[in-house]
């Protein structure tokens, strides 16, 4: 009886299920180790960036247990020129805001206060953010 010299198909299919393996594992170990970085990172504290200027602090930021790819904040301070819009840039990650459950205006206390009326800062409390882009 002669044998077929045909493509091993038992063998490229287990190669390429083996590579396909591989690699989900590698990307989803990468993925959990950024979110464990960002979690450990500076206490979840650090500046916003947006456009490559300065416009918050963040604190308490934590990657959602359910979806690695959303991010809470307690709440970002000084977020005046903070464009819900635009992404933003926080410890290397690239976010989009998706809900920001309240804004806190500080009162302005006396006439000779520095700050600009038509332009108070303010506080946004417990910030949903997507994950875009991660480091």
Do not use: C
């Amino acid at each position: 009886m002669k044998r077929s010299q045909g493509v091993p198909y038992l063998g490229i299919t287990a190669v390429f299920v083996l590579a396909t393996a591989s690699a989900t594992w590698i990307y989803s170990d990468r993925a959990a180790r950024s979110a464990a970085d960002l979690n450990r990172s500076h206490t979840g504290q650090g500046n916003v960036h947006q456009g490559g200027a300065l416009v918050g602090w963040a604190s308490g930021a934590r990657i959602v247990p359910t979806d690695p790819t959303t991010v809470r904040f307690e709440e970002i301070s000084s977020a005046r020129k903070l464009l819900f819009k635009n992404p933003m840039e926080y410890s290397g990650y690239v976010l989009r805001v998706l809900q920001v459950k309240q804004m806190q205006y500080p009162e302005i206390e006396a006439v000779g206060d520095k700050r600009s009326v038509n332009q108070p800062d303010v506080t946004l409390l417990e910030v949903v953010a997507k994950i875009e882009r991660s480091p």
